[in-house]
């Protein structure tokens, strides 16, 4: 049985799916390949979103369902694709049991409650096919891309540097790792350009459960806010009319208010505000710490900078070095002081944001699949499951 103590959630959670049970078996019988799509609970901005929008546009016959919070914003982008399943409700219980394929950017996001699914899968009580959609491009030893945490069927790659780590490095059985491209990458490179740069850096796992007080000791929130208000930023930005937005990790949005800004020129954003890939469409280049945002740069060809004030710390307290060296594999200088990071804004903005030929080389190598087909090989594998 569960090997800790069961929470009240885990409780209700057993309960809902007893109620659930009986109706998924007989509902399944009408439904007999239904896929259940997904992302965080609040989102539909990521690849799930873009597989659910392409298969209900161009195999509308597939039977598939989306769940998401019923209070999210984003669930007025996919209220026209139709059959919308609100989380957490009995009706997410019952789809969750009929579906025979699960398929997220996020590994048990899609259930509502992973330990009581996670319980029922190993012990062969429910089966379907679980796809990994993957929500960013894994460059580091992270332990849900292990095959004994995801337990996915189909694990989805989208260079092949990621794809040959994540095939030796994780136990997935022959054939699970699959270099099938993002869905969302079909999205990338739709826009114009604006005349923007964005400022986006990951998350701090020491962070993640600090106050408000201990954030803003932190000296993460320190080195942004300095660069928030550095004089010869605010200078270049009014200078050339361009604009700076700052949009923190989703895991760091909840301090987001803690930021200010004195410049017109730079915009402090909390998720809500705008969608992460038109930001990546509309900005001219990016200022990034170690995310892997700076992949769905790379693949438009567009100028990355590496901010890592704290690479000794990152290493030791969140993700240990993988496949992908900044140094040799990177696609953008790296500073370690702010001055190198103002020194580089000024190159890319006097270049008129073309990217040095070394990190362009390193961009094309890195992707051998650039085209508008990731989602329909994506849904033609998982069809093949």
């Not at 914003?73 to 609100?86: A, F, M, Q, R, V």
């Not at 054939?175 to 999205?187: E, M, W």
């Amino acid at each position: 049985m569960f090997k800790d103590k069961l929470t009240k959630k885990d409780i209700k959670a057993i309960v809902l799916f007893s109620i659930a049970w009986p109706i998924a078996t007989i509902r399944k019988k009408k439904h007999p390949d239904l896929w259940l799509v997904s992302e965080r609970p609040e989102e539909a901005r990521d690849n799930g979103y873009w597989l659910y929008k392409y298969i209900k546009k161009n195999a509308p016959s597939q039977d598939a369902a989306y769940v998401i919070a019923a209070n999210a914003e984003d669930k007025l982008k996919i209220e026209k694709y139709g059959n919308i399943i609100s989380f957490g409700t009995l009706e997410h219980y019952i789809v969750y049991l009929m579906a025979s394929k699960h398929v997220s950017a996020h590994v048990d996001l899609d259930s509502p409650n992973s330990r009581v699914s996670n319980f029922l899968e190993t012990h062969g009580l429910l089966k379907n096919k679980r796809v990994f959609l993957q929500h960013c491009i894994t460059k580091d030893k992270i332990s849900f891309g292990y095959y004994s945490i995801s337990r996915a069927d189909l694990f989805v790659c989208a260079a092949q540097p990621e794809y040959e780590f994540c095939k030796a490095e994780f136990g997935y059985p022959e054939g699970t790792v699959q270099l099938l491209g993002f869905a969302r990458f079909d999205g990338l490179g739709v826009e114009k350009p604006k005349h923007q740069i964005l400022l986006m850096p990951t998350w701090r796992a020491w962070l993640a459960n600090a106050d408000e007080k201990e954030f803003k000791k932190s000296r993460y929130f320190q080195v942004y806010q300095n660069l928030l208000y550095n004089e010869e930023i605010e200078t270049l930005l009014e200078d050339n009319e361009l604009e700076l937005i700052f949009y923190p990790h989703s895991d760091m949005q909840k301090f987001v208010h803690l930021f200010s800004v004195k410049c017109k020129k730079i915009i402090v954003s909390d998720a809500g505000r705008f969608d992460v890939q038109q930001l990546l469409n509309q900005s001219r280049m990016l200022i990034t710490d170690y995310s892997s945002v700076a992949f769905d740069m790379a693949y438009m060809n567009k100028p990355i900078i590496y901010y890592q004030f704290d690479y000794d710390d990152y290493r030791n307290g969140q993700h240990s070095e993988g496949y992908f060296s900044y140094e040799n594999d990177g696609f953008g200088p790296i500073c370690r002081e702010e001055e190198a990071v103002i020194a580089e804004i000024k190159k890319y903005v006097c270049n008129n944001f073309v990217t040095d030929n070394k990190y362009a080389v390193r961009q094309n190598t890195f992707f051998s699949i650039r085209d508008q087909n990731n989602c329909k090989r994506i849904y033609q594998a998982i069809r093949e499951l």
